[in-house]
Structures are given as structure tokens and as C-alpha cells.
């Protein structure tokens, strides 16, 4: 056997699947991503396409990543694992 499909189905076994993860993730990007475009609306009228992109960006990624991802993860992470080997244990 191909020592490369092997480990690709091992690493397929041990990540939490994905689709799962991105639904949790879309739950929670669809408020802040609105929040900030309703909130910084008032504050950019006029603004190119761009400059509007390049304010939002950083908020977005910074709440993703320390908001949104760990409450995820909090939230759903036992959810997003289940059926894997070894997550009854966590």
C-alpha cells in the first residue's frame, strides 16, 4: 500500500471534520461581520470600496480569531469532534 494514502487517511481521521467547524464559524462571522458594517457605515459614507476594506478587515480577522474561533471551539467543540477516535475522552 502507498505509504502517502496511508497517512492521508490517517490525517483524515484525526482532523475535526471541517464542514462542521465552517457552519460554527459562519454562525458567528454573520453578526460581527453585520455589526461592523452597520457600525462603521455612519463613519465611512463616501469612502472607496477599498479604504471601507481595509478598515473592516482587521477588525473582522481580530474577532474572528479571538471571539468568534475560541467560542466556537468552546461552544461546539465537542460537536465538531464527535465520531472521531479518542474524542469521547475530551
Known amino acids: 500500500m502507498d505509504s502517502s494514502s ?3 487517511r490517517f490525517y483524515l481521521r484525526l482532523t475535526p471534520p471541517r464542514v462542521r467547524f465552517a457552519l460554527c464559524v459562519m454562525v458567528g462571522a454573520y453578526p460581527l461581520i453585520t455589526a461592523l458594517l452597520a457600525g462603521l457605515a455612519p463613519l465611512t459614507v463616501g469612502w472607496p470600496l477599498p479604504a471601507r476594506t ?3 478587515v482587521p477588525l473582522m480577522v481580530t474577532g474572528m480569531t479571538f471571539v468568534i474561533s ?3 471551539h468552546r461552544i461546539a ?3 465538531i469532534v464527535a ?3 479518542g474524542a ?3
Open 70 to 72: 475560541p467560542a466556537v
Open 83 to 85: 465520531g472521531l477516535p
Open 88 to 90: 469521547e475522552r475530551t
Open 77 to 79: 467543540g465537542r460537536w
Open 54 to 56: 481595509l478598515l473592516v
Open 6 to 8: 496511508t497517512l492521508h
